[in-house]
């Protein structure tokens, strides 16, 4: 029995909007490249079946949320456009090839380091500051690394800062530095890459036998601040 792939082909037609009506068929392919389509409609992640979909060369402004439920989604290329930033979302789609190049895209979002599946990544000509320039050339193995090291940090930012105001309020509260010299000091493993699908670990000092009674001393005082502060 034949198989059929659903492709729907619109290119260089002068068009300014995807008809919505385009989602509700049951399509694998759909190639709006060479108009001038500025939006994409909500309707679009209704596409469930949707493997490999081509809007470069249009006007483009923003990607919709909606894209989130473009789940066959393999292939997208967004070249030459206007996006300024991507969204999120697409980093919860398992996509093959991504081409977003020759756009204004200033930051490559933290959340596409769980795109593992991408083979492709096209991201010349945008004027990106996050990864910088001398991480992108590199190529797709130092940008990951980047995003995820990145990641780490903003992760450990809100403890950093709870310790910082614990400090702050220590003079006021009259405790003995010993509560806050036994913190561990070890750096975050990035996790990038291990064997232990990224799971994060203290590469520092831990707590010993003799240390026990005091950090246990030190998490009490922490408890009672996080009710205070």
Known sequence: MPSYVFTCR????????????LCRLPLQVLNASNNKICSLPK????????????ISCNEIQVLPQQVSGLNALRDLSVRRNNLVSLPDELADLG??????SCNRVLEIPL??????HLQTFVLDHNPL??????VCIKGKH?????????ACK?????DLQFENRLRASSSNL??????????????LDSGFNSVDSGNKRWSGNEVRGHDVVKFSKFNSVVSHLKLCI
Not at 43 to 54: A, P, T, V, Y
Not at 142 to 150: A, D
Request: hydrophobic share 35%; with cysteine; net charge positive.
């Open 43 to 54: 309707e679009i992640g209704q596409l469930k079946e949707l493997s490999s979909l081509d």
């Open 129 to 134: 500051r996050s990864p910088p320039a001398q």
């Open 154 to 158: 903003q992760s450990k930012l809100p």
């Open 95 to 100: 996509l093959f090839h991504l081409d977003f």
């Open 174 to 187: 009259c405790l003995p530095d010993e509560f806050l010299a036994h913190r561990p000091s070890g750096l």
């Open 111 to 116: 959340s596409f380091r769980k795109l593992r």
């Open 142 to 150: 130092h940008i990951f690394k980047y995003l995820n090291i990145e």
């Open 10 to 21: 619109h290119s260089r037609n002068q068009l300014t909007v995807l008809p919505a009506s």
